[in-house]
């Protein structure tokens, strides 16, 4: 199964804090050797001040051989850069934390900074001392600690790219220190902060030249994105929310354009959430978008299968476009396994499989009106006897109950729907007719107006990061 493992073309996209989770999983899937995963973690271990975390891979990973000289060098200087980062760094917070000074800070930064300038002596360049030991408490893996550092020096800081930068650290922090729901309102804080940059052309006759700030966004989205698949995948509403941002046009967009693997992970909580949306429980109440995701969801698979599928999409485009369930049978027996050995989605294994089968019945019972229950338990990879029980607490548990009705001696499951009136389809079919032809008009105005231009053609991501505290 190591051919659909995607954690080699999602790291690229990551920080490199963020990657130690993902290479601890994958030395317990046994997808690779685990030496070779040894070393991939060494190798990220270097790159921080986690001298001693190193020096226990290279110990592993090289039993015969002494840890090298250098290593307890550089950790007395990381211990002594620590120090005298954090004398500075709480100089600082001595002052903002003084319940004076909190009570006389105010909403404007600029107002807060002549405040303190006024009255303590505190400069700008004084107080990115926060940031700069926020920055080395991270890369140290004092996450929790980054993350207060990080704030304090947003809350005051008028520089837009440090600002930008402690966002995104403190991001990394809260997601790594699990707090998830502080991590979701930070990725919301720091979407719309890459949403409402507006792409300015640089000053430049070349095409080229006014093509980069939209492509900085969109690899700012490409990476926010990715990261936001720790958040989505560990809080308690985490799957409806990623619908709801994935499936916007302008996400949506981002992951046609860079990052079409994302995919598998739009389509699996699709498939978490289909169940929930259609039960008799109002407990949860569910957005048109999320109610209609696996509709979405498909066209979008649809579009974009000469970039990406796996067994999990390959599962939705059997059924609902081929509708083949022998072969959606069989995709979704890989996808069970892709499901149970991918870093975002092993906990929800059983809910994707029950999920998954309830997508299956609900097409199943949707093209016939008498089935055999042990053909339908087939389908769903079930014995007669597991299929029964699950088709009964299906109907029970969803709207299928006012249509079907099961006949135990026959074995079977029998749907009476009524027809809907001619004039309820045609209201059916013609309901968004207005609104598309709306749209429609609206666009050939805009085409054929004096402004119109040519649009430049979508470009794919380079793979540069965006700025984030790190080394």
């Known amino acids: 199964m190591a051919e659909y493992d995607l954690s080699k073309t999602i790291i690229p996209y990551l920080d490199r804090h963020l990657t130690f989770p993902l290479l601890a ?9 685990p030496r070779e995963v040894q070393i991939a973690q060494y190798e990220l271990a270097k790159g921080t001040n986690m001298f001693t975390y190193a020096a226990s891979l290279f110990s592993q990973i090289n039993p015969d051989q002494e840890v090298p000289a250098d290593f307890e060098e550089k950790m007395r200087n990381a211990v002594s850069i620590n120090e005298k980062l954090q004398q500075e760094a709480q100089a600082i917070l001595n002052v903002i934390e003084n319940p004076d000074v909190a009570q006389a800070l105010r909403q404007d930064k600029n107002q807060n900074l002549q405040y303190l300038k006024d009255n303590y002596n505190l400069t700008l360049d004084q107080i990115r001392a926060l940031y700069t030991f926020g920055q080395y408490q991270y890369s140290y893996g004092n996450y929790s600690g980054a993350a207060d550092y990080l704030y304090h020096f947003r809350v005051l800081s008028t520089d837009n790219e440090l600002t930008t930068s402690a966002h995104w650290g403190k991001l990394a922090s809260d997601i790594l220190t ?9 990725l919301n804080t720091l979407r719309e902060l890459v949403d409402s940059r507006q792409p300015t052309p640089l000053v430049s006759s070349s095409s080229q030249a006014a093509i980069e700030p939209t492509l900085a966004q969109l690899h700012s989205r490409t990476w926010l994105t990715h990261w936001s698949l720790f958040v989505y995948f560990n809080h308690e509403q985490g799957r409806m929310l990623l619908l709801e941002t994935f499936l916007s046009p302008t996400y949506l967009n981002t992951i046609q ?4 693997w994302i995919l598998r992970y739009l389509a699996t909580a699709a498939i978490l959430c289909r169940k929930a949306s259609t039960t008799n429980s109002t407990s949860t109440p569910t957005s048109s978008r999320v109610r209609n995701a696996i509709r979405e969801v498909v066209k979008v698979i649809q579009t974009e299968e000469y970039q990406f599928q796996d067994p999990v999409t390959s599962f939705l485009k059997e059924l609902y476009v081929e509708f083949d369930f022998e072969a959606a049978q069989r995709e979704l027996s890989l996808a069970e396994k892709v499901v149970g050995d991918d870093f975002f989605l092993q906990e929800f294994k059983d809910d994707f499989l029950d999920n998954a089968r309830y997508l299956i019945s609900e097409a199943y019972c949707r093209i016939h009106q008498r089935i055999d229950i042990g053909d339908l338990s087939e389908r ?30 026959k074995n079977v499951i029998e749907i009476n729907r009524p027809a809907l009136p001619i004039y309820q389809s045609v209201i059916e079919k013609t309901r968004g007719l207005a609104i598309r032809t709306q749209a429609l008009g609206a666009a050939l105005s805009r085409a054929n107006g004096p402004q119109a231009t040519q649009q430049p053609p979508r470009a794919a991501a380079d793979g540069q990061a965006p700025a984030i505290p790190v080394n």
Do not use: Q, Y
């Open 25 to 33: 999983h994958l030395s317990e899937t046994n997808l690779f050797p």
């Open 380 to 409: 769903l990879n079930l014995s007669r006897d597991e299929g029964e029980k699950w088709i009964v607490n299906l109907i029970r548990e969803t709207r299928m109950g006012a249509d079907a009705k099961i006949d135990l001696e």
């Open 178 to 186: 699990g707090k998830w729901d502080v991590a979701l309102e930070e």
């Open 257 to 260: 354009t860079s990052c079409p």
